[in-house]
Antibody, heavy 121, light 113 residues
Framework: EVQLVESGGGLVQPGGSLRLSCTAS????????MNWVRQAPGKGLEWVSY????????YYADSVKGRFTISRDNAKNSLYLQMNSLRDEDTAVYYC??????????????WGQGTLVTVSS | DIVMTQSPDSLAVSLGERATINCKSS????????????LAWYQQKPGQPPKLLIY???VRQSGVPDRFSGSGSGTDFTLTISSLQAEDVAVYYC?????????FGQGTKLEIK
C-alpha cells in the first residue's frame, strides 16, 4: 500500500524557518518524481514544487522561489521542503504528492494527509 | 503561467441529477505531438487530501465510479457527474500539468439541493 506521511509542521514566526519531511513507503521511491502542494486554510490548492527522481530537475512556484528548497534522500525514501524567510501567506497545510507513473509531468495519484504550517507572531 | 478558471464557484444539484463543472485554461494544454490533454480533475472532501478522479482530461482513475466523466478540447474542459450521490458532496479542482507551475483551478463546491 502506498503511503506518504508528512511531518515537521508547526507554529513559526514570520521570517523564521521550518523543514518539512515526507516519508514514503509501498512503492519504489527512487523511480518517482515528487511534489509539494499547499492549501491555505479555507482556500484552494497551490502547487509549490517538484523534484525528479534523481534530483536532476527541480521547479518552484514563483511565490516560493528563492525561499524554499526541495530535496530528497532516496536512501531514506524521504522528501523534504526547507522553508526559509517564512511569511504569513505561507500558512497552509502542506501535502506531499506522488505523480502517476512517476514522471514529473503527470497528475498526482497519491497524497499524504498533510502537515500544517502556521506563520504568526 | 497557465491560469485555470473554474465555473461555477458553487453548485447545488438534486440527488440523482447531473452535475457539470467547467474548467477553462488560459492557453491550450493539448500537446500536439501525442494528442494528449494535460488536464486532471480532483475531488476533495473536508479534512481529506485531494483524490485524483480523471487525468488526460477523460481517463478515469482506477476505482473511480463510472458516473464521473471528463471531456474537453485544448482549453475548455468539463467534469460531469451523471447521477449525483450523497457521497459526491465535495470541492472539485481541475489542474493542468502541461507546463510548470502545474496550476489548479480555484475549486467548485458541490452540494445537494
Amino acid at each position: 500500500e502506498v503511503q506518504l506521511v508528512e511531518s515537521g509542521g508547526g507554529l513559526v514566526q514570520p521570517g523564521g524557518s521550518l523543514r518539512l519531511s515526507c516519508t514514503a513507503s509501498g512503492f519504489t521511491f527512487t523511480t518517482y518524481s515528487m511534489n509539494w502542494v499547499r492549501q491555505a486554510p479555507g482556500k484552494g490548492l497551490e502547487w509549490v514544487s517538484y523534484i525528479t527522481s534523481s534530483s536532476g530537475t527541480i521547479y518552484y512556484a514563483d511565490s516560493v522561489k528563492g525561499r524554499f528548497t526541495i530535496s530528497r534522500d532516496n536512501a531514506k525514501n524521504s522528501l523534504y521542503l526547507q522553508m526559509n524567510s517564512l511569511r504569513d501567506e505561507d500558512t497552509a497545510v502542506y501535502y506531499c504528492a506522488r505523480p502517476l507513473g512517476g514522471t514529473a509531468v503527470a497528475p498526482l495519484d497519491y497524497w499524504g494527509q498533510g502537515t500544517l504550517v502556521t506563520v504568526s507572531s | 503561467d497557465i491560469v485555470m478558471t473554474q465555473s461555477p464557484d458553487s453548485l447545488a444539484v438534486s440527488l440523482g441529477e447531473r452535475a457539470t463543472i467547467n474548467c477553462k485554461s488560459s492557453q491550450s494544454v493539448l500537446y500536439s505531438s501525442n494528442n494528449k490533454k494535460y488536464l486532471a480533475w480532483y475531488q476533495q472532501k473536508p479534512g481529506q487530501p485531494p483524490k485524483l478522479l480523471i487525468y488526460w482530461a477523460s481517463v478515469r482513475q482506477s476505482g473511480v465510479p463510472d458516473r464521473f466523466s471528463g471531456s474537453g478540447s485544448g482549453t475548455d474542459f468539463t467534469l460531469t457527474i451523471s447521477s449525483l450521490q450523497a457521497e459526491d458532496v465535495a470541492v472539485y479542482y481541475c489542474q493542468q500539468y502541461y507546463s510548470t507551475p502545474h496550476t489548479f483551478g480555484q475549486g467548485t463546491k458541490l452540494e445537494i439541493k
